[in-house]
């Protein structure tokens, strides 16, 4: 299935050029902001950027993002602003595309986004099976909102991938989408290197999972040899892990770590791989 392009909005911010830690290193990290708004409640996307920069990331998989949304995260574009803040390109997949609130001019968009250091070569916004958040009395059904972007990574062809799956105890929805996803990443050439990053809202024991990780490697395990520890969520008292690096192909995972910060109410993942 391809998606529609013409719905997207791919933010090519100037940015500097594309560094990492050594030769043949790409960090990655994997990110829920909640908006900007912090463990604390407050909003502050200027935090959530110093954030992002503090730990290094070469390419960044960020969910629940607000582009003119709502009052809740002051009708800002935050792609737009992450990309001038971290100096990155930045490519958004929203999940929701509205008219404007009443008063106001701006549609209303929510979704993922990638931010990269690297030049973007394509992105593609994926459908995925979903169970609106937004409507009454939901059915599931296609909707956008699982973001591709295929970056140049000093000459090496990387596709990666950001998400958010759906939240609910019930696992019926995440279940269908975990089918889904497994569907898009196959369609890489064979022997792509892959990296998916994001919120699947369950821990990595979760029946639902196991389709996904027959297909991808878990960065936390293959860096710290078992999956003890890793916790993301909630932010203040991490108990649970539910936020992933993931990659395929052609890649070894050096390190994986939590960093800590309350700019959000999940904590972000971060990876160093190895592109062989």
């Known amino acids: 299935m391809v998606s529609v ?25 994997s990110y829920n902001i909640h908006a900007g708004i912090g463990a604390d409640g407050a909003l502050d996307l200027a935090r959530t950027a110093a954030a992002i920069r503090a730990t290094g990331a070469d390419v960044v998989g960020l969910q629940e993002v607000d582009v003119r949304w709502s009052a809740r995260s002051g009708y800002a574009d ?31 968009r929510y979704g993922v986004a990638v931010l990269s250091r690297h030049p973007i070569v394509r992105a593609v916004n994926h ?34 991938y950001s998400t958010h799956l759906d939240h609910r105890a019930d696992p019926a929805v995440r279940a269908t989408q975990v089918t889904e996803t497994v569907d898009i990443l196959d369609r890489a050439p064979r022997g792509a290197a892959q990296v998916l990053l994001g919120d699947v809202n369950a821990p990595p024991d979760a029946p639902e999972l196991v389709p996904l990780f027959a297909r991808v490697r878990d960065a936390w395990p293959a860096a ?5 520890g890793g916790f993301t969520y909630p932010a203040e008292t991490p108990s649970s892990r539910i936020d992933y690096v993931t990659v395929s ?7 994986a770590a939590v960093p800590g910060t309350r700019a959000s109410d999940h904590l972000p993942v971060l990876a160093e791989l190895a592109l062989r």
């Open 127 to 160: 459908p995925l099976t979903r169970l609106s958040t937004v409507e009454p009395d939901p059915a599931p059904a296609p909707a956008p909102g699982f973001a591709e972007v295929v970056l140049s990574v000093r000459g090496t062809v990387v596709h990666v």
């Open 249 to 255: 192909g052609p890649i070894r995972v050096r390190s």
């Open 224 to 228: 710290h040899g078992d999956g003890a």
């Open 78 to 108: 935050q792609v737009s602003e992450l990309a001038r803040l971290t100096g990155m390109r930045a490519f958004f997949a929203p999940i929701y595309d509205l008219a404007p609130e009443p008063g106001r001019t701006e549609r209303r």
């Open 5 to 29: 392009l013409a719905a997207l909005a791919v933010l090519l911010a100037s940015a500097a050029p594309a560094t990492a830690t050594r030769p043949g290193t790409l960090r990655v990290l």
